[in-house]
């Protein structure tokens, strides 16, 4: 099966135990990861990208929680893989911007981007 789809985003600060699920609207998460060569070697690009719908009070206290902390992101995609990123060395970062488009059907929520840059790739596993 070759499913081009994101079905599954989960998160936890680092040095936490638990992982939590992040909510999102379905078929939103996208994924890329770009590798660059540097002077210093490789440098590995990952970004996640995805919408949360219904701006709530709730959901901004979260989203602002985790601003600014390191991050461990395991995603899932549509062939059952796990993605894993950030580690204590080269955690994920979130940021967030919040929007109400202003038309008929138009969008009303969160747009969630989690970046991480490390000289290492990130890890999936293989079924």
Same mark, same amino acid.
């Given at each position: 099966?070759?499913?081009?789809? +994101?079905?599954?985003?989960? $998160? ?6 638990? $992982? *939590? ?14 590798? *660059? ?10 970004? +996640?990208?995805?919408?949360?719908? *219904?701006?709530?009070?709730?959901t901004s ?34 940021? $967030? *911007?919040?929007? +109400? ?12 981007t989690i ?6 790739? $990130? ?5």
């Amino acid at each position: 099966m070759n499913a081009g789809i +994101i079905t599954r985003v989960e $998160y936890r600060i680092e040095g936490e135990q638990q $992982y *939590k699920v992040m909510e999102f609207t379905f078929y939103s998460a996208s994924f890329t990861s770009e590798i *660059k060569k540097t002077e210093a070697g490789l440098s590995h690009h990952l970004q +996640i990208d995805l919408r949360v719908p *219904k701006i709530t009070k709730t959901t901004s206290d979260t989203l602002s929680s985790l601003l600014g902390r390191k991050l461990n992101v395991r995603f899932t995609d549509g062939n059952g893989r796990v993605h894993m990123a950030g580690n204590a060395s080269f955690p994920a970062r979130l940021v $967030y *911007k919040t929007g +109400i488009r202003g038309n008929a059907g138009s969008w009303n929520g969160y747009e969630v981007t989690i970046r991480q840059e490390s000289p290492a790739a $990130y890890t999936v596993t293989d079924n």
